[in-house]
Each structure stands twice: as C-alpha cells, then as structure tokens.
C-alpha cells in the first residue's frame, strides 16, 4: 500500500539556521510529489512538487527538495531559516485517481 | 488564491445529530475532495468527486456521505455525528487540465462533536 513517513513529528531550529525535513514514499510508480505547510488555523499551502524531470525543485519561499529515487525520499530544505517559517509541513504523494496521501506533518518551531 | 470557501468555519454538534458540511468553488475545477485532519495522522480523504453526480470513496469514508449536484458545490454529510468525527475538515479542488495535479485547499472547518 502507498504511504508516507515524516520520522520527525517535531524540530526545533534556531532562526538562520539550516533546515531540512525528512520525507520517505512508498509507491510502487514514478511518484507525484508535494509538499504543503499550513500556518496555525490556516488551511494548506503548497510550497513545491515534484513530477518528472529534474531531481532537485524549487518552491516558493526560499525552500527546495530533493528526490531520491534510490531512498524513496523527497526533503525538504531551506538554507537560512525564518521565524515566519514556523508552522506544519506536510509531505504528500499523489496515487492513482489523483488522490493524495499525506505523512503525518512535521511541526518546526523556530528560535530567537 | 484559489477561490474556494467552506461552511461554517466552525460548529459545535451533539452526538446524534446531523451534519452538513458545505465546500464551494468558484475556478469551474473538476475535481472536489474532503479530507479530515488529525493530529498524528495528517490528512485523510475520506470522499472525492471527480464531476457532477460523480463520487467514490476514500481512505476513512465509514459514517460520511457526500453530494454534488453542481460543479461549485461539494456536500459533506455526517449523518448522525459521533464525538470520533471531531475534526478539522478541509475541502481541497482539483484542476483536470493535463499535467497540472496541484490540489487546492480551503481554510477548513473545525467540528466538535459533544
């Protein structure tokens, strides 16, 4: 069955630190890929995805992520972390039919 | 942003009770889904439609129905709610033009179930 991990339900970095939030698939495909952050009572954003073609995308905000086919991963990563990037990030793939299944979201704090 | 609202944004309910959930659209986008949120478990879809009249099930569907009988409008029916259908509910649209698999989502609806 299709699934996704986030292995770090919490992180805490320190504001200009760098970051980078772990994401592992299951999919037996080429996997469609997403990451979405959502700020408190707020819905979701999508911050970049991946479908084919170049292994390391660009997303909005200052973050990027990187597919590895080999470790079924897709992380995410940001050079210098803000204090307005604290919020939930979740990673998706999409199956077939064009339904997501989302990890269980990673909650980054940021320090001062 | 993608022109999508749902009502209420917030509801309080007894057990027993039903439940109507409302996701509207304005982008004329195919494709509809609700997902509930809960902590420690992501999203989790639980009905999508992809066109009028046309819905299926997904992964936690058990106690939901839903309708769609325009292309705006995507109901979301808890037909006699349960204090384990106290979520965060959020509708989410889909283009089906070619390539573009981007979902949309909507600020949600907190229902507490009492």
């Known amino acids: 069955a299709q699934s996704v991990t986030q292995p770090d339900i919490h992180i805490t970095v320190s504001e200009g630190a760098s970051l980078e939030l772990r994401c592992n698939y299951s999919?037996?495909?080429?996997?469609?890929l997403f990451w979405y952050v959502q700020s408190p009572g707020q819905g979701l954003q999508l911050l970049l995805k991946?479908?084919?073609?170049?292994?390391l995308v660009q997303g909005i905000k200052g973050f990027e992520a990187e597919f590895k086919r080999s470790q079924s991963s897709f992380n995410l990563r940001k050079p210098s972390v803000h204090w307005s990037d604290a919020a939930e990030y979740f990673c998706?793939?999409?199956?077939?039919?064009?339904?997501?299944?989302f990890g269980q979201g990673t909650e980054l704090s940021v320090k001062p | 942003d993608a022109g999508i609202t749902q009502s209420p944004r917030h509801k309080v309910t007894e057990t027993g009770t039903p439940v109507t959930l409302r996701c509207h659209q304005t982008?004329?986008?195919?494709?509809m889904y609700w997902y509930r949120q809960d902590p420690g478990h992501g999203l989790r879809l639980i009905h999508y439609?992809?066109?009028?009249?046309?819905?299926d099930k997904g992964e936690v569907s058990d106690g939901y129905s839903v309708s769609r009988s325009k292309t705006e409008d995507f109901l979301l029916t808890l037909e006699s709610a349960t204090s384990s259908q106290t979520s965060v509910y959020f509708c989410?649209?889909?283009?089906?033009?070619?390539?573009?698999?981007?979902?949309?989502f909507g600020p949600g609806t907190r229902l507490t179930v009492l």
């Open positions: 982008e004329n986008h195919r494709y």
């Open positions: 991946y479908f084919s073609g170049d292994t």
């Open positions: 999919y037996g495909a080429t996997p469609y």
């Open positions: 989410a649209i889909r283009s089906d033009s070619g390539g573009d698999n981007e979902q949309f």
């Open positions: 439609s992809y066109g009028v009249k046309d819905t």
């Open positions: 998706a793939v999409e199956n077939q039919g064009g339904k997501l299944i």
